[in-house]
């Protein structure tokens, strides 16, 4: 386990991805058998990316894109949970 900034333990195969344009720092998350795992957000909606963590949490990398791509909040043309699927699009084009 690694505790990177926050002090906030993690495992030390976590992909990280810095979001743009929403309240969140930073997204670190981990993919085991094309699921995903171990979601957290820095920065941003504590309650609220708390719970999209918590839903998406062993749901298949597509089924994630499928729910949450294209949602924006508020005025701005994307969101945390957004950026969630930028990154994982970005890991597996990679």
């Known amino acids: 386990m690694l505790t990177p900034l926050g002090g906030v333990e ?14 969140a720092k ?7 058998g094309n699921k995903l795992h171990n979601v957290s957000f820095t ?11 918590a ?8 089924k994630v894109i499928e729910t949450l791509e ?8 994307t969101s945390c949970a957004d950026q969630l699927c930028k990154a994982l699009h970005e890991y597996m084009e990679s």
Do not use: Q, W
């Open 10 to 23: 993690v495992p030390a195969d976590s992909h990280v991805f810095t979001p743009k344009g929403v309240c």
């Open 26 to 32: 930073l997204i670190r998350y981990n993919v085991n």
């Open 43 to 53: 920065g941003g909606c504590d309650g609220n990316l708390k719970a999209v963590s």
């Open 55 to 62: 839903l998406v949490e062993g749901m298949e990398l597509e």
């Open 70 to 77: 294209g949602i924006t909040c508020g005025k701005k043309n």
